[in-house]
């Protein structure tokens, strides 16, 4: 039940916010089972963003835990 809570917060929080790439950006795609495919990129400062916000997480700890929690992402 935690692992699907989640995912549908990441979810819930895509929709909030449109996705911006800037040069030098990054990004890969990521989806589960229970979510729409949404995009995770690499900001220049190495942290993860989700929909062009920042998550103040560095890049593969941020992808290391949605693939954890089940979510799939690759280019």
């Given at each position: ?38 995009q995770v ?19 593969d700890t ?13 280019n």
């Open positions: 039940m935690k692992k699907y809570s989640i995912i549908t917060a990441i979810a819930c929080s895509l929709s909030l916010f449109s996705c911006k790439k800037d040069d030098g950006v990054s990004c890969t795609t990521c989806s589960s089972p229970e979510t729409a495919s949404f990129c690499e900001e220049n400062d190495g942290n993860a963003s989700v929909n062009g916000q920042n998550t103040g997480t560095p890049y941020y992808i290391s835990g949605l693939e954890q929690a089940g979510a799939s992402c690759g």
